[in-house]
Each structure stands twice: as C-alpha cells, then as structure tokens.
C-alpha cells in the first residue's frame, strides 16, 4: 500500500452532498482535495453549478493519470478534461471570451511516486509540521472591501441577521468578483493580480506550488477551513469558534462571503489526512 487514509471530512456549506462544490479523489497513486469555486454568475449547465461540475471533471481528470506522471502534464491532462466538456457542450468560444462563466476550481494533490504535492490555486496543506497556503492577493483585497463596506453598515445600525439573511456586502463586491476572473489563468498579461486555477485553459506552471514530501503525515484541505491543523478534531473547533463568534466573516476571518441563513458554513469543505508508506517509493 502506498498511503493510507487516516481522516477524511467532506461536507457541504448548505449540508447537501448533492450539491456540494469540494470532491475528494484518492486511488493507489494519487490523492487530492478539489474545490470547485462558487460561479460568478447565474449560469449552470446540466441543472448543475459551473464549481459542481468543474470538481467532476477535475476528478475525472485525476482518474486518467499514469502513476509516474509529471506535474506539468498531470495540469495538462487535467485542463484538458474541462476544455474538451467545453466542446462537446459548444461552449469553448464563449469561456474563452466570458471567464466568470468558466467550470472552475483549484486541487491539493499528492502524488506518490513523485512524492510531491502539488497545489494549484487556493487549496493547503500540511506535510509534517509545516502548513501550506496559497492566498491570491485579490482575494484579500476583495475580502477586506467586503468588511470595510458591512463593518459600516453595522456602524449605521443595520443587524447582522439582516445581512445574514441579505448579505449586501456580497453584493456589493459582485462587479470585483467578476473582474477578477480577467486576471483568472492570464498568461498573457501577467500582473500582480493573476492567480491559477483548472478552468480548462492553460496554467502558468510556475504559479503551481510544488512540495517534497519530508514527513510520513500529509494532510490536504480546501479554504472552506480558515486553517487547518493536524486533526480534523482542532480544525473543525477553529472553524466553528469563526461560525460562533463571526458569522458575517469579517473580523477573526474575512472572506468574500459569509454564512447565509440556512447554511452551516461559508463555504464547502474538505479535509483528508494522509500516512505515507515511504517503503513503497524504494
């Protein structure tokens, strides 16, 4: 055996697998977490949402990986998945030109015969005791907008079960999240915005974190934790103390949205904790 699984969580932001956006992969030679990202738009394909669908294709894609397979063509394989779903649907020319419609989402992998981890967008993970996190900068900039403009609100009297029930700080960050997809796999116009992510068109495969695997415990997780820990015992208990005390998501944890009236979080999460068997790479 070349890993044994000794955690794994999923669950979905609204309690409903059916339509949970995080996956969970694992076969003899990889592992990963994927978190298709929430859309954009209102856009959905098949009855399903562009982050549902993307997280199946990614999947997909994994499921076709030879075992000794390099990063490069694993993101390759992977993408090209998404884009061929592009067109068979007839829809490549119209995610080339409207990228916040795209089947997006980023992965945590773990590849065994490389002993790698491999992080494309903003996934993290832990190998031994050292944590990994990809944090985009737009992110922050956009999350911090988002609490400057709620925290006010607040200031002005508005409830915060009003806001949970109508978050108009989501609302009022929309237009950023949807130009921030032109910076989305940009490789043409690189700035200090651009981020990666599998939406079917090509990676700039020096934006994917790549780490050497030094501990027998790796532990993968996507952002719907705020941070992870060795277990998913401490790592839920943070995540909760965050739901209890900043349901808004703009204090203790900023994010881009916050945990609406009949959710249990603010976004899908998954966390999966790996023990490697280093015997087998000899």
Not at 79 to 91: C, D, E, G, R, V
Not at 169 to 183: A, V
Request: proline share 2%.
């Amino acid at each position: 055996m070349n890993f044994s699984v000794l955690e794994k969580f999923i669950l979905g932001k609204k309690n409903d697998v059916h339509i949970c956006e995080d996956a969970i992969f694992t076969n003899d030679n990889f592992a990963a977490v994927i978190d298709g990202a929430t859309s954009k738009s209102s856009i959905q394909i098949e009855g399903k949402s562009t982050g549902k669908l993307a997280s199946e294709l990614i999947c997909e894609g994994l499921s076709l990986l030879p075992k000794s397979i390099q990063m490069k063509d694993a993101v390759n394989i992977i993408s090209n998945q998404i884009y061929q779903f592009y067109q068979k649907s007839n829809l490549d020319v119209h995610m080339r030109e409207n990228p916040q419609d795209r089947l997006t989402g980023c992965a945590a992998i773990y590849s065994h015969f490389r002993n790698e981890v491999w992080v494309i967008g903003d996934c993290q993970c832990i190998i031994g005791k050292t944590r990994y996190y990809n944090k985009k900068i737009i992110d922050t900039i956009i999350a911090n907008t988002r609490s400057l403009f709620l925290e006010a609100e607040l200031l002005k009297g508005t409830t915060v079960s009003s806001l949970l029930t109508k978050d108009i700080g989501r609302e009022y960050i929309l237009p950023l999240l949807k130009s921030q997809t032109k910076f989305q796999n940009s490789l043409g116009e690189l700035s200090e915005y651009s981020y990666t992510v599998f939406d079917g068109f090509d990676i700039d495969i020096n934006d994917i974190k790549v780490i050497k695997v030094f501990d027998d415990i790796v532990i993968l997780a996507t952002d719907g934790y705020p941070k992870i820990f060795r277990t998913l015992k401490a790592s839920e208990s943070y995540l909760k103390n965050i739901i209890s005390n900043d349901p808004l998501c703009i204090k203790l944890f900023k994010s881009t949205k916050g945990i609406y009236v009949g959710n249990i979080s603010y976004d899908d999460r998954s966390y999966l904790k790996l023990k490697i068997n280093f015997k087998s790479l000899y």
